[in-house]
């Protein structure tokens, strides 16, 4: 069993930039891999980036490559999410997302992951 709290959502201005946080209590190890996942109201959960616990090896969202960064800290159990350039449409509810089991190819889709966080608010201001 694995809980997830996000934290670090908040008004920012297009250009600017976001920590989110996602700490992490219960077994995070072995073949974990966790992931961010963002919705907006009338739209499916959409998948922002994953890492894999262990490797580290992460995985991105075209609309974000380059603009976010995905990382973790094991010793704290947390994983961050760096977000830079942002722009109006990186607005929504952005939620924190793990599993134990996870193949590669269903990393991208929410509906593989067990737990959840309950979501924390970016609004990106024009």
């Known amino acids: 069993q694995v809980q997830l709290v996000e934290s670090g959502g908040g008004l920012v201005q297009a250009g600017g930039s976001l920590r989110l946080s996602c700490a992490a209590s219960?077994?995070?190890?072995?073949?974990?891999?966790m992931g961010w996942f963002r919705q907006v109201p009338g739209k499916e959960r959409e998948f922002v980036a994953a890492i894999r616990w262990n490797s580290g090896h992460t995985f991105y969202s075209d609309s974000v490559k380059g603009r976010f960064t995905i990382s973790r800290d094991k010793p704290k159990n947390t994983m961050y999410l760096q977000m830079n350039s942002l722009k109006p449409e990186d607005t929504g509810v952005y939620y924190c997302?793990?599993?134990?089991?996870?193949?590669?190819?269903?990393?991208?889709?929410?509906?593989?992951?067990?737990?959840w966080g309950k979501g924390t608010l970016v609004n990106v201001s024009s």
């Open positions: 219960g077994r995070t190890s072995g073949s974990y891999a």
């Open positions: 997302a793990a599993d134990p089991r996870i193949i590669q190819s269903s990393l991208f889709d929410a509906r593989h992951y067990d737990y």
